[in-house]
């Protein structure tokens, strides 16, 4: 029985025949659960030109960094590697905070890390909420059960310094959370002179740039940001699974002065600075690292810091401008009124008046090998969103989402209201 289970396993053959003999296997075996049909075929993965609000496509150069042989997660090559991230972290930041890393996660991963290494029971937080990355933050803020305040405003704006000063002066919260890139509704948020107001105020500033970072501006050291998170996935066209994440001193001060451990052992920022090489002490194993993601990060991070940020920020921005024109000129609205309001990296676009936007982007998938998202929270049913972020911030990829985009308006059935 044994011998044939063996036989199955290892026989070349073609997985039609394989499942014959798996199947005969079964019925002498001890295996109530059969091996499944579908692990028996090939894997399936088609070509997809990825133009949601991520991931975006991941190039050659980053898919042949991830798939290298596996090292050991204290080997001094993956500790190298680790240091290049972090030093690419700084450079993507535009800061010189010592307490740099990639979370073992994706950016929710590093929004939990974040939050659960500032906030303790009873602490005071603000969350601006303007789409669904605040009301997540709430969320998160009131399981650790902090005294969690919103500062509301519509989906398609963003918030003023007076809107943020009213809120400090109400609520005195520790922490103020914003979103830099509201993806869910294609909003930039200006940061100028927001961590001067909260610093002003007591407060610590922490910036979701999950959408934005790479595709706008962002000076964490100049502009007095305390905590700073990303992803992988979206401008810097690595896999998802692995989050650039940085505290100022002053944030750093703050988990050295807490009253009680952070609820999460992985994201415990005190081991992972030592995990990470920013306290000084000698490395010690905190968790297995996802060592491939970090070669994959590592190569994101270079071909950052190869093209420059200023010429990525310029490009993100000026395709962007060049869809919104074509948006526009094709009879589409964007659900953004205010031009410099506009996230360069995602797009919101109205769903047009009589179509369903489903159809819209099914279409897209099954006639043009594209995809494209509807809303997200606040914007459910209300926009599509179209993502051109890092190697996909390309004219021509501006060019087939708008022919696309025509296409699905000619051919979509449209209800007569
Ligand atoms: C995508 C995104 C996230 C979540 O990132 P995941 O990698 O999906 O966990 C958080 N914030 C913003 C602004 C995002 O766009
Ligand atoms: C989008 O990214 C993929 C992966 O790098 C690349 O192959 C493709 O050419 C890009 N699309 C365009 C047209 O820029
Ligand atoms: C869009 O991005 C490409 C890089 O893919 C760049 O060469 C081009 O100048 C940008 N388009 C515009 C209109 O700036």
Redesign the pocket.
């Given at each position: 029985m044994l011998a044939a289970a063996q036989a199955a396993c290892t026989a070349p053959l073609l997985w039609a025949q394989l499942l014959g003999t798996a199947h005969r296997a079964m019925a002498t075996s001890l295996l109530r659960v059969p091996p499944p049909e579908e692990l028996l075929r090939p894997l399936a993965v088609p070509e997809r030109?990825l133009l949601g609000p991520g991931p975006s496509?991941?190039?050659r150069r980053i898919q042949a960094a991830g798939a290298r042989q596996l090292l050991g997660h204290m080997h001094p090559e993956v500790l190298q590697v680790m240091d290049e991230i972090k030093a690419g972290i700084q450079y993507a930041f535009q800061t010189q905070n010592q307490l740099t890393l990639a979370i073992s996660g994706s950016g929710h991963c590093a929004m939990e890390a974040a939050l659960f290494n500032l906030l303790e029971r009873g602490d005071t937080a603000l969350v601006a909420i303007n789409g669904i990355w605040g009301q997540r933050a709430a969320d998160i803020a009131r399981r650790l059960g902090a005294n969690v305040y919103e500062l509301l405003k519509s989906p398609g704006k963003y918030f003023t310094l007076q809107d943020i000063e009213q809120g400090l002066v109400q609520h005195k919260p520790l922490v103020l959370f914003i979103t830099h890139g509201e993806s869910s509704t294609g909003v930039l948020q200006p940061l100028e002179g927001l961590g001067e107001l909260c610093h002003r105020h007591g407060c610590l500033l922490l910036v979701d740039a999950v959408a934005s970072l790479g595709g706008a501006p962002i000076f964490m050291d100049q502009q007095e940001i305390d905590v700073l998170y990303s992803g992988s996935q979206k401008v810097l066209?690595a896999p998802p699974g692995s989050a650039p994440i940085s505290f100022s001193e002053r944030a750093r001060e703050k988990l050295l002065k807490r009253k009680t451990k952070p609820p999460s052992f992985y994201l415990d920022m005190g081991w992972l600075a030592n995990y990470w090489g920013c306290d000084g002490e000698p490395r010690r194993y905190h968790h297995t690292a996802p060592i491939n993601s970090f070669f994959s990060l590592r190569e994101g991070l270079a071909m950052l810091a190869e093209l420059g940020l200023e010429t990525s920020w310029e490009r993100h921005q000026t395709n962007c401008t060049q869809l919104c024109q074509g948006v526009l000129d094709i009879g589409l609205e964007l659900f953004v009124e205010e031009e410099k309001a506009r996230l360069p990296t995602i797009t919101t676009v109205r769903v047009p008046e009589g179509y369903n936007w489903k159809d819209i982007t099914a279409f897209l998938m099954d006639n043009h090998g594209m995809e494209i998202a509807g809303g997200l929270g606040p914007t459910v049913g209300k926009v599509l969103r179209i993502g051109l972020m890092g190697?996909?911030s390309?004219s021509?990829?501006v060019e087939?989402v708008l022919r696309a985009l025509q296409d699905a308006l000619r051919c979509c059935q449209r209800s007569r209201l």
């Open positions: 030109l496509n991941v190039p066209n190697c996909n390309s021509a990829n087939r």
